[in-house]
């Protein structure tokens, strides 16, 4: 089936959208990270849009969603919810599935925090909600949380060339198999004017997240969401220690460590697609 490339009207903003499937199908809602967006899923799109409903947001300051200065708009992760939120309603999305990738997560776990019954299932592919899955690459990030005042060079070299090429090549067996145009696409958008600016503000903000990791384990452990994490094992950013800790709040939650880096469907993409589509499956009505 064709995907449909849709803008609506929010909060003053543009939010752009990827969609796909029978409507009429259970639906799959794919909360993307960075420094990416909504273009991550247009191959899973493609392997699941005959059996499943897809919707891809792109958050405000990602992709082809409006991009306003920190000084226009509020950048917190509340607010990328929000907007996710109303975007669901105003397409008249009120029972899925979350697919969460990096801060997908936090996106992904406050929409279930504010409506369990919504909920049908969680698939995480690094998309941490533990202290364990936090790795030394979070030390400096976690400085910035302690000290917003202080240098933050090292933190805007992560909007830097280096550091995307890095992101899709660490941990990767086969670099070869990483298409180079993805990369690109999320480079482009950093290096807008004042995107540096809202990815740092977006950082700060993590921190948020990381003091919200015991409501989400609460929620997992009241809830029991069908859970299926399928992380890449050699991942830097967030570490497998992450995936493997959502068994110890869902009882039946299905864990599975592929041979992959930060983004496992730029190498591991019918893989992955088979865990997925098998799990969305077997979720109840």
Not at 4 to 30: K, M, N, Q, S, W
Not at 81 to 107: E, F, K, N, S
Not at 128 to 145: C, K, M, Q, S, V
């Amino acid at each position: 089936m064709s995907t449909r490339h849709r803008t609506v009207r929010i909060d003053g903003l543009d939010v752009f959208y990827r969609e796909a499937g029978d409507p009429a199908a259970p639906t799959l809602v794919l909360l993307h990270g960075f420094p990416t967006s909504s273009i991550a899923y247009r191959s899973l799109m493609a392997e699941l849009a005959d059996r499943f409903h897809l919707v891809a947001p792109d958050y405000p300051g990602f992709g082809f969603s409006s991009a306003p200065s920190v000084d226009e708009w509020e950048y917190t992760f509340d607010r990328l919810a929000d907007v996710v939120d109303t975007l669901l309603d105003t397409i008249g999305v009120d029972r899925y599935a979350i697919y969460v990738h990096d801060y997908g997560a936090p996106v992904g776990f406050r929409l279930a925090l504010r409506h369990p019954e919504r909920i049908t299932g969680i698939v995480s592919q690094n998309g941490n909600a533990y202290e364990e899955g936090l790795t030394p690459f979070w030390d400096p990030i976690r400085a910035y949380w302690a000290d917003p005042t202080g240098d933050t060079s090292a933190l805007r070299g992560q909007t830097a060339r280096e550091a995307t090429h890095w992101q899709y090549t660490h941990g990767v067996p086969d670099v070869e198999l990483v298409d180079p145009s993805l990369k690109l696409h999320d480079q482009v958008l950093l290096d807008r004017p004042g995107n540096a600016e809202i990815q740092l503000t977006l950082f700060l903000d993590y921190g948020t997240n990381v003091g919200l990791y015991p409501a989400w384990q609460e929620y997992l452990r009241t809830h029991q969401p069908p859970v299926l994490a399928a992380w890449g094992r050699g991942d830097e950013i967030f570490g497998p220690e992450g995936a493997r800790a959502f068994a110890r709040d869902v009882k039946d939650a299905e864990i599975h460590l592929l041979d992959a880096g930060h983004f496992p469907l730029t190498t591991r993409l019918r893989e992955s697609a088979a865990l997925i589509g098998d799990f969305l499956s077997r979720l109840p009505a």
